[in-house]
């Protein structure tokens, strides 16, 4: 692969599109490898904050997000038990340039729901999350490398639901 | 059995015998199913339990100026805890008292006065009413208009080494009685700063989940359910925790240092419904003493005594009756919606004068185990929502909360101290509930 020194917003949808795909079929070591190893995945519960400022929803480096993916793939907990199902949308793509290479800025719904007995609380109703989201690319050798992912949430200052699957 | 609860619960809360919702003699200790969904239960909760005792609304760090204003619940009354200009502080129920309209919406926020929006008629800090508008205007309020004072105040409000409680009954017992043993549970937490002072950190995490408040009582102060609803922590512990920041949090990378210093030390049902896991041992204060933190833990000493400072920092959890719980470096409050909806916030804060290193730690240790996507809390409302969804099977009768009753003390002073892993701390809001919902 060359090293990429530009990023058109039809390449950033391709990036954006291939990421959701990977988070929605699961293939989430996959998903790993499209950060930089100095890379944040970071859904802050103040947006206005530095990152690590403050307590986070989720403040993974990369130690943690192998953790995050290790948990969902690799454990059984009552959260996850039966799994999530997403499904990410993405729109109003805007690519910027970057002191360390390019932020991408997009608007993502993303819908989830847990699979089972639907009659159950919890089980079979699809919880909508509504989210700006902001990823700052690095070109690489190997490719665009994501520094930080942060996601603010619309409601990151209300109360929240169930949120133990990668957004 | 379920057929004649269903006779007496026709009659909404005038009806209810809620002593017939549980079941204590020797050998037993169960909660009857109606006692977490019924509405009746609920409403008489909210008259009987809520508007009876001391609530927790805030922490003065929320309110620190003349002016300051945050809103909070009692129950499912909701309040606005304000600062006057003397700098007393005045839980007001949030309606005005003209027409209804809530007066603040904002969860925190800096006025001169309160104003509705509908009518436009101002109080003050403390609630007083300080002026109608259009008053004698055509079609206005007669000269001897007989009007509202202010704001409803809630005419008991104290606070205990900043945590702020409001009562609503006039001739409730003073904070410092209804508090009794709990106090230790403030005094050991804070007592980690050598300051004596938290202050709270960032914004807090808020949840909700579709079961019932006593669930998370019941819960966080639970030793037995660790290793069990947290056992997917418990493995991500072995694998990572070292070095994903736990820092001691959760202490040990195996289920068996875990598991031992969860059946260390003693568990408390105290009087009027609070609960405790007080677990000395747990520390090796002279380990802190030569560690990392050398100085700080020196100073924890001497401010302490010896005997006291093992308890300051070996591992302590509570639950102050009926919406405030106490673990690691947070305080979580929860209020109830409905028999079936519950809202749970959590506020980390900082041990004031402590090292900055420490302070750090503990928040990204707690940021990976709470919050929505935590690794440990999520499954506990979880289990709260899978817990109330049970109990749709009303064909059972009883939960079950025996678990060490026969090894309780009950002390002269009326406290029960248990075993560590027993439920105890879950029987103690149980026997003040049942108290509390005789009443009428």
């Known amino acids: 692969m060359h090293f990429p020194t530009t990023l058109t917003r039809a390449d950033a949808e391709t990036l954006l599109i291939h990421e959701a795909d990977l988070l929605d079929t699961r293939q989430l070591d996959d998903w790993l490898k499209l ?14 904050e530095e990152p690590g400022q403050n307590a986070a929803i989720v403040y993974d480096d990369t130690l943690r997000r192998e953790e995050r993916v290790y948990h969902l ?54 919880q909508p999350l509504v989210t700006m989201m902001e990823h700052i690319c690095r070109p690489t050798a190997e490719g665009m490398r994501i520094v930080r992912k942060t996601i603010m949430l619309m409601n990151h200052d209300a109360w929240l639901g169930n949120l133990t699957f990668l957004l | 059995m379920s057929a004649m609860f269903a006779r007496e619960h026709e009659g909404g809360e005038a009806g209810l015998d809620p002593s017939s919702l549980i079941w204590q003699d020797e050998r037993h200790f169960r909660v009857h199913t109606r006692a977490y969904t019924d509405q009746a239960v609920f409403d008489a909760e909210m008259a009987r339990v809520f508007s009876k005792v001391w609530v927790y609304v805030g922490h003065e760090s929320e309110i620190p100026n003349p002016g300051d204003f945050k809103t909070a619940y009692i129950g499912t009354q909701p309040v606005i805890v304000s600062r006057a200009a003397d700098g007393t502080v005045h839980v007001l129920v949030n309606r005005c008292v ?21 009518h436009g008629w101002v109080f003050g800090l403390d609630g007083k009413l300080l002026a109608v508008s259009e008053r004698n205007d055509s079609g206005g309020y007669a000269p001897d208009f007989d009007a509202p004072e202010g704001l409803h105040r809630v005419p008991k409000v104290d606070a205990y080494r900043g945590l702020i409680f409001a009562n609503l009954d006039p001739d409730a017992v003073d904070l ?25 950190r960032g914004k807090p995490f808020v949840m909700r ?28 512990q072995a694998k990572y925790g070292e070095s994903t920041g736990d820092y001691g949090a959760h202490k040990g990378g195996s289920a ?45 000493r001497d401010i302490h005594g010896e005997e006291e400072f093992a308890f300051v920092v070996g591992r302590m959890s509570g639950t102050i009756f009926p919406n405030l719980g106490l673990i690691h470096q947070q305080i979580r409050t929860w209020r109830p919606i409905a028999p079936d909806l519950t809202e749970v916030t959590i506020y980390l804060y900082d041990l004031v004068d402590a090292p900055h290193e420490f302070n750090e730690g503990w928040m990204r240790s707690q940021e990976r185990f709470y919050g929505p996507a935590g690794h440990g809390m999520a499954d506990d409302v979880d289990i709260f929502a899978r817990n109330q969804q049970g109990l749709a099977g009303s064909a059972v009768d009883w939960l079950v909360l025996e678990r060490g009753l026969q ?21 103690a809001l149980w026997l003040a509930w049942k108290q509390l919902m005789a009443r009428r």
């Not at chain 1, 009552?78 to 999530?84: E, K, V």
């Not at chain 2, 009685?177 to 007592?191: M, N, S």
């Open chain 1, 73 to 126: 793939l690799h454990v059984d907990f009552p959260a996850q038990s039966p799994p999530s199902r997403t499904l990410h949308l993405i729109g109003n793509v805007r690519v910027q340039e970057h002191a360390q290479g390019f932020l991408v800025k997009s608007n993502q719904v993303i819908y989830e729901m847990r699979t089972g007995d639907s009659a159950q609380v919890g089980i079979g109703e699809i």
């Open chain 1, 35 to 48: 950060f930089a190893d100095d890379g944040l995945y970071w859904i802050p519960l103040d947006p206005a």
């Open chain 2, 98 to 118: 003209h027409r209804g309209a809530v007066i603040a919406r904002e969860t925190r926020g800096t006025v001169r006065d309160f104003t509705c929006p509908y």
């Open chain 2, 256 to 300: 068996k240092a875990m598991r031992q210093i969860r059946f260390k030390g003693a568990s408390w049902a105290l009087r009027h419904g609070h609960a405790q896991l007080e677990n000395s041992g747990t520390a090796d204060p002279e380990a802190l003493l030569n560690g990392p933190h050398r100085a700080y833990y020196e100073a924890l």
């Open chain 2, 209 to 236: 989940y579709q079961g019932n408040w006593k669930f998370q009582i019941e819960n966080i102060v639970d030793a037995y359910h660790f290793l069990h609803t947290h056992k997917g922590f418990v493995a991500l």
């Open chain 2, 407 to 427: 090894t309780d003390e009950k002390l002269a002073s009326g406290d029960i101290k248990g075993l560590p892993a027993s439920e105890a701390p879950q029987r």
């Open chain 2, 176 to 200: 410092d009685t209804y508090l009794g043993r709990a106090k230790k549970t403030i005094d050991r937490k804070f007592g980690r700063s050598p300051a004596g002072r938290i202050a709270l």
